[in-house]
């Protein structure tokens, strides 16, 4: 149930992005995605393997770097919900919202080829290992985007055959979201990049945020409502979860400090790939910051979380994800505001 709930709300962020304000930014965005991604995952995961080694915990390298992937790509459903309430510049703002509708995509990639080498047994090489996670990253990445291009197209030709028919062009948007997960799971591609790609193909080609013709204003109302009404119920399933944790001083411990480890690394991982582009900014640091601080995780990575068996340390995974998202949410989703504007004052 929750493979298709994220996917409705990433379609949902999607369509209303801009995508000639996300082209402007795409070289960062891609630096971020990607670049970003893999040196959070093996910070995070290196440094929480060794913080579970001096608080007195068993955590396995692989399963640590397993963590590190689920909780390097910030969640763009969260990371939506809140920018709307923040007053950050479009640039600063593009930048986050851009990145954080891609790297769920990498990431998920990401995870998945750990959790190949995790549960590989010994009958498998390394060069077969290597080969089938070159496999998966053209299947699901590159899989993901053409086929997100794919049905996006299809979905964008049967609108504009409608001759205004506002009713029916929701519906077509919602039979690319289903009909296009469902696709997704057969093909084994990434869902996530598909409804992203699908959803700014679709907004942008019929400019969905000008409002102006009587098709624009439905598919817009009809996914804001949308859009709304699954946040709220998504931040209330994160609180219920917490049903699921026991309560544990170490774990708890471990919990707190992987919160300074996500952002430390969540700060070196924006700041090498934005030295490496050429940007305009009078004090750069000041953008790591914002980009740092703003990097919320949600939903996405306790799901990611929930989908390990118990032999891959999956009671402590969930439980510092569940703290670390908890504070993501609450800490910096409330504060990023006010941190925008202590910060540029």
């Known amino acids: 149930m929750t493979q298709w709930y994220f996917k409705f709300l990433l379609f949902a962020g999607a369509l209303h992005v801009n995508l000639a304000a996300l082209e402007k ?38 399963h640590a770097l397993l963590f590190g992937a689920l909780i390097s790509p910030t969640d763009p459903i969260a990371v939506m919900a809140i920018l709307k309430e923040a007053n950050i510049a479009e640039s600063l703002g593009i930048k986050i919202e851009g990145e954080s509708l891609f790297n769920d995509g990498i990431g998920v990639v990401v995870f998945s080829g750990i959790l190949l ?39 964008l030709k049967c609108i504009q055959s409608l001759n205004e028919n506002p009713q029916l062009a929701v519906m077509i948007t919602l039979a690319v979201v289903m009909g296009g997960t469902a696709g997704t799971f057969m093909l084994h591609i990434s869902a996530p990049l598909a409804m992203v790609v699908a959803g700014l193909l679709i907004g942008n080609k019929i400019h969905v945020n000008e409002d102006k013709n009587a098709v624009q204003k439905a598919i817009n109302s009809f996914w804001e ?63 790591v910051a914002v980009l740092t601080w703003g990097g919320l995780r949600g939903g996405i990575s306790i799901a990611l979380a929930l989908s390990l068996s118990n032999d891959l340390s999956s009671e402590l995974i969930l439980y510092i994800t569940y703290v670390v998202v908890l504070f993501s949410i609450i800490i910096q989703g409330l504060s990023i505001g006010a941190f925008v504007k202590k910060l540029y004052r």
Not at 122 to 139: M, N, R, Y
């Open 25 to 62: 930014e795409k070289k960062s965005i891609l630096l971020f995605a990607t670049l970003g991604v893999l040196i959070s995952t093996f910070i995070v995961g290196g440094l929480v393997f060794f913080g579970a080694q001096w608080i007195g915990l068993e955590l396995p390298f692989l």
């Open 117 to 155: 080498i995790a549960t590989a047994t010994g009958e498998h090489s390394s060069a077969e290992i290597g080969t089938e996670i070159g496999t998966l990253f053209l299947e699901e990445a590159v899989g993901g985007l053409l086929y997100g291009l794919l049905i996006g197209f299809l979905g």
């Open 225 to 287: 409502i949308l859009d709304d009404v699954f946040n709220g119920i998504l931040f209330v399933l994160i609180g219920l979860a917490i049903h699921l944790l026991k309560f544990d001083l170490t774990h708890l411990l471990l919990g707190v400090l992987t919160i300074v480890i996500v952002l430390v690394a969540r700060f070196i991982s924006v700041l090498l790939p934005y030295s490496l582009l050429k940007h305009n900014a009078e004090k750069p640091i000041k953008t």
